[in-house]
Nanobody, 124 residues
Framework: QVQLVESGGGSVQAVGSLRLSCAASGRAFSDYSMGWFRQAPGKEREFVAGISGSAGASAYAESVKGRFTVSRDNTKNTVYLQMDNLNPEDTAVYYC?????????????????WGQGTQVTVSS
């Protein structure tokens, strides 16, 4: 069984930064791509960023491109999301997830393990 545990959320003012971490248990971490999703109140869960198993490729939602950076350390079974120049529209619960595939996926239905989520609140 795979467990994902996020950390690093919190409250920050606009244009500030936060770094989220997601530690994974289980084997073969580098065989699977990892993704970050977010869900704001009253909205559907949306893809934020993803990274392939080897960290050779990444993908971002248009709304965060140039501000967020996804990375992973396969020696630590951990994936990160560096979030810079935050704005109030980034306020949401952020989830990390493990897909069933090596390459990045944007569709949440292609992810089979999810963390519990961590709240990010950005004030203006």
């Amino acid at each position: 069984q795979v467990q994902l545990v996020e950390s690093g959320g919190g409250s920050v003012q606009a244009v500030g930064s936060l770094r989220l971490s997601c530690a994974a248990s289980g084997r073969a971490f580098s065989d699977y791509s990892m993704g970050w999703f977010r869900q704001a109140p009253g909205k559907e869960r949306e893809f934020v960023a993803g990274i392939s198993g080897s960290a050779g490729a990444s993908a971002y939602a248009e709304s965060v491109k140039g501000r967020f950076t996804v990375s992973r350390d396969n020696t630590k079974n951990t994936v990160y999301l560096q979030m810079d120049n935050l704005n109030p529209e980034d306020t949401a619960v952020y989830y990390c997830a493990r897909s069933r595939f090596f390459f990045v996926r944007r569709n949440p239905t292609e992810y089979d393990y999810w963390g519990q989520g961590t709240q990010v609140t950005v004030s203006s």
